[in-house]
């Protein structure tokens, strides 16, 4: 057989130019030993930090003794002690769970659990959700094209319905909410029958459609609907979830209980795993052998959470990512009040968001491309989200410091200044 050699896809873009070698709590070190501050933590993954010393001795401990234990097989000791853990920080009464390894897994696992328990069809996601690129959750999915073209046709029995976007409706945040819950209104006398609906799905900030939080008075509106429907709330926290909103879960802000969480990400540090949660009287309706998997519920990935979650309660990282937040938050509104190419900055805890637009309010992709890549430069590795991938968007670790948040935002000041310079 003759020689070759293969390499990644080509559609396999990085965002950064970095090749890391290491990383160390907030920050990655490439090859030659050339320090970054990662505000990118793997898109918001690594919620304690790089490598946190708690999170990795229980990690090769856990593979000094068991690496897989296949959990419709074998039951494994951090399975059930993670499980038992999680009961503490879900909502009341949301006392179930099924664990996968991808936020993609566990909202299709949400899916079909909502269509099961309810014995009805369709569901309901808002204008921006990102829920993943599996086949149903990417029909779930409307943040960008790129996730949906070429591959139709779709799953059937997806309604989208606008979201609360206020910088994009040119409204205030009452009124996009008052907006965009009479537009759900409509969708139900005009698309989808409420005895027809399974469930909504919603992000408590929107992730890859631009990074905008949900406004706490959506959320209860839709808890409302959903009680008086019967149908169910699925809150997406694959991103919001694990302290990084200032919250626990970002539907905290609202004082809502969700019918269904989904977790990822932050979960464990690194790792993958990924659960859905729900009461037991829900859970129980799932049809039998509808929940499985080869590597759900890792032993190594269970026990890097329940370091994680002994990191966050023990370092305080849920207050952490409320005050830094909001340090971040004003520290980039600064910047913005000085460059009008920017024509918002929002967020909800460590996750913040920097719009650029042109004068005329159309979105400016080149400048925050061009702004992205000089902070890259610079040693600030940051992501770009959005539709039209005009966000510039900031995900430190949450353990990151006062000193840390200032150094990004001085940093970020000069990328901004340079790329809007004439």
């Not at 999170?55 to 074998?74: D, K, M, N, P, W």
């Not at 937040?325 to 980039?332: S, V, Y």
Request: hydrophobic share 45%.
């Amino acid at each position: 057989m003759a020689e070759q050699s293969a390499e990644l896809s080509p559609l396999l873009k990085q965002a950064t130019p970095v090749l890391a070698a290491r990383g160390e709590g907030v920050y990655i070190y490439d090859e030659d030993d050339r320090r970054y501050l990662d505000f990118t933590a793997g898109i918001g993954v690594t919620s304690t930090g790089h490598c946190h010393p708690r999170v990795v001795e229980a990690a090769q401990r856990q593979v000094a003794t068991l690496i897989h234990g296949q959990y419709t097989t074998v039951m494994h000791r951090p399975l059930l002690a993670l499980t038992e853990r999680l009961g503490g920080v879900l909502p009341r009464g949301v006392d179930r769970l099924f664990f996968v390894n991808s936020g993609s897994e566990a909202v299709e696992a949400a899916l079909r659990l909502a269509r099961q328990a309810t014995g009805r069809q369709n569901a309901i996601v808002f204008q921006g959700s990102f829920h993943g690129r599996t086949m149903a959750a990417a029909s779930l999915t409307t943040s960008g094209v790129k996730i949906r073209a070429g591959i139709g046709p779709l799953m059937p029995g997806v309604v989208v319905s606008p979201f609360p976007y206020a910088y994009r409706l040119g409204m205030s945040e009452d009124a996009a909410v008052e907006y965009a819950l009479r537009e759900l209104d409509y969708q139900f006398a005009t698309v989808t029958s409420p005895q027809d609906t399974a469930a909504v799905f919603i992000e408590p900030v929107l992730g890859e459609g631009g990074y905008v939080p949900v406004p706490p008075a959506f959320l209860r509106g839709l808890r409302e609907r959903a009680d008086r429907h019967g149908f169910l709330l699925v809150a997406d926290e694959v991103q919001t979830g694990f302290g990084r909103t200032g919250r626990f879960w970002g539907h905290d802000h609202a004082g809502i209980t969700p019918d269904i969480v989904i977790t990822a990400k932050g979960l464990a540090s690194g790792f993958p795993l990924s659960a859905i949660a729900a009461p037991s009287a829900l859970m129980e309706k799932a049809w039998p052998g509808s929940q499985g998997g080869t590597y759900g519920g890792n032993a190594v990935s269970c026990a890097a959470a329940l370091a994680t979650l002994d990191v966050i309660e023990e370092e305080g990282l849920v207050d952490n990512a409320r005050v830094m937040g909001e340090r971040l938050l004003a520290g980039l509104r600064g910047v913005a009040a000085e460059h009008s190419g920017i024509g918002d900055v929002r967020g909800l805890g460590l996750m913040v968001g920097n719009e650029f637009t042109t004068a005329d309010g159309r979105p400016d992709t080149d400048t925050a491309a061009r702004a992205h890549r000089i902070a890259a430069d610079k040693g600030l590795l940051l992501l770009t989200c959005g539709p039209h991938g005009n966000v510039v968007r900031m995900i430190p670790p949450l353990i990151v410091t006062a000193d840390q948040v200032d150094s990004a935002v001085a940093v970020w000041s000069e990328a901004v200044k340079e790329a809007t310079a004439d």
